[in-house]
């Protein structure tokens, strides 16, 4: 074995950023086998710990109502499929109505031809929904589990330049005498198609994509059997 290959190897994946890169959109690739994509993305070295940092969505905040129950079914499905192999670790959904300032101005229904615009400074109500923690809790992780001497490679699978710090301080700033960290960046850029984030790439080892055949190669049993009863994929996602 080389030294690459015998790289304990940790995977970081932001659930989000994955779904809005590769996902959303392609319903037939939802049902993601989140560690058989990790193997067929990294092959070639030992993983030997997988953190999926995600939120519970609102039903009230989501395009279709029952969001919310596809999801607590699908990580229900990754959780009993890897035996415990990926650890969820959920942050926050928030959705909060705000005050904002408009993009365009709205035409003035006060002028007979509707042209002229009066309502350019003006802040409308808004729901803004957020993710919250996620990718903070992702960098404490990363950082943490390099001090911890857990990995000697990082993955993560994110294309978030918030993380561009951790990744800096998780290569530099380890435990005391030990050997260099790796920190590789797998992006998830597919749809659309979207370059990677400049600052992640300087601040990584190494840089990777997410392809739609690693999506098409990495999908659940239409069935998972769970205690007593059985997860089914959704439909919609058949």
Known sequence: MSPKEKRRTAVYIDGFNLYHGCLQGHEHYKWL????????????????SIKFFTARIIA???????????????????????????????????????????YSPIPCKHHDNGNEHCHGDEKIAV????????????????????????????????????LEEAIKIARVDHSPGKPPKYVGIITPTAWPRRKPAGTLVSAASWLKEVKESHLRDSQLPDTIPCGNGVLYRPPEWA
Not at 33 to 48: G, K, M, Y
Not at 66 to 85: F, P, V
Not at 133 to 159: E, G, R
């Open 33 to 48: 086998d989140i560690e058989a994509l990790c193997h067929n993305l990294i092959s070639d070295r030992p993983i030997v």
């Open 60 to 102: 009230k905040a989501a395009r279709r109502p029952d969001a919310n129950i596809r999801q607590d079914t699908y990580l229900k499905a990754i959780k009993q499929r890897s035996n415990g192999r990926v650890e969820v670790i959920r942050g926050n959904f928030r959705r909060d109505k705000k005050k904002m300032h408009l």
């Open 127 to 162: 729901w803004k929904n957020e993710e919250k923690q996620t990718d903070v809790s992702l960098a404490v992780h990363l950082i943490n589990d390099a001090w911890l001497d857990l990995y000697d490679q990082a993955i993560i699978i994110s294309n978030d330049t918030d």
